[in-house]
Antibody, heavy 122, light 112 residues
Framework: QVQLVESGGGLVKPGGSLRLSCAAS????????MTWIRQSPGKGLEWVSY????????YYSDSVKGRFTISRDNTRNLLLLDINSLRVDDTAVYYC???????????????WGQGAPVTVSP | QFVLTQPPSVSGAPGQRVTISCTGS?????????VHWYQQLPGAAPRLLIY???NRPSGIPDRFSGSKSATSASLAITGLQAEDEADYYC????????????FGTGTKVTVL
């Protein structure tokens, strides 16, 4: 069955860095776009970044552009998010999600991980 | 940033029908982009409820249905059950924000 398992979250000071990982299993990883979505405590969902099948196309939300870097390793079925210059308002649960795309059309985020909590505090 | 607006809360008695609206603009829903809906139970990750504005993934009960019109979309839950008490989010794409997916503000459904 499809599984997405995030790791790497934790407590970090403002200005610090983190690397989040998402280990995928149960499907052909390279056949899917992948996405990071975050949810601040008690708040709604915010799309962060997505990456194409082979990693040649990446997009970021304006709130993280220049500080976050998404990448993937299709040989290890791994999605990564490098987060730098962390700010207090980056505190959130970070979810990785699978993104089916066929003929250029997007069909929603059909599987989600359980989330990795990131807390940024002095 | 939230460019899709949902009511903060809706409620209904068991067995009733409730609807959740998702209001966008000409740069997202009105531009023809599909709307997707997610359910988030307390303490859990979101799950896909409706994709492509009107389609249900396998395993989603037919009590859930989606529709889209002009610059808005709706999620309807018929035969409301206690287990439907959750947060619901719409999601689409916005062409005014480079490469950007957008989520709605979220709606808390309470079963009375």
């Amino acid at each position: 069955q499809v599984q997405l398992v995030e790791s790497g979250g934790g407590l970090v000071k403002p200005g610090g860095s983190l690397r989040l990982s998402c280990a995928a299993s149960g499907f052909i990883f390279s056949n899917y776009y992948m996405t990071w979505i975050r949810q601040s405590p008690g708040k709604g969902l915010e799309w962060v970044s997505y990456i194409s099948f082979g990693g040649d196309i990446v997009y970021y939300s304006d709130s993280v552009k220049g500080r976050f870097t998404i990448s993937r390793d299709n040989t290890r079925n791994l999605l990564l998010l490098d987060i730098n210059s962390l700010r207090v308002d980056d505190t959130a649960v970070y979810y990785c999600a699978r993104e089916p795309r066929y003929s250029g059309k997007f069909f929603g985020f059909d599987y989600w991980g359980q989330g990795a909590p990131v807390t940024v505090s002095p | 940033q939230f460019v899709l607006t949902q009511p903060p809360s809706v409620s209904g008695a068991p067995g009733q029908r409730v609807t959740i609206s998702c209001t966008g603009s000409s740069s997202n829903i009105g531009a023809g982009y599909d709307v997707h809906w997610y359910q988030q139970l307390p303490g859990a990750a979101p799950r896909l409820l409706i994709y492509g504005s009107t389609n249900r993934p396998s395993g989603i009960p037919d009590r859930f249905s989606g529709s889209k019109s002009a610059t808005s979309a709706s999620l309807a839950i018929t035969g409301l059950q206690a287990e439907d008490e959750a947060d619901y989010y719409c999601q689409s794409y916005d062409r005014s924000l480079s490469g950007s997916y957008v989520f709605g503000t979220g709606t808390k459904v309470t079963v009375l």
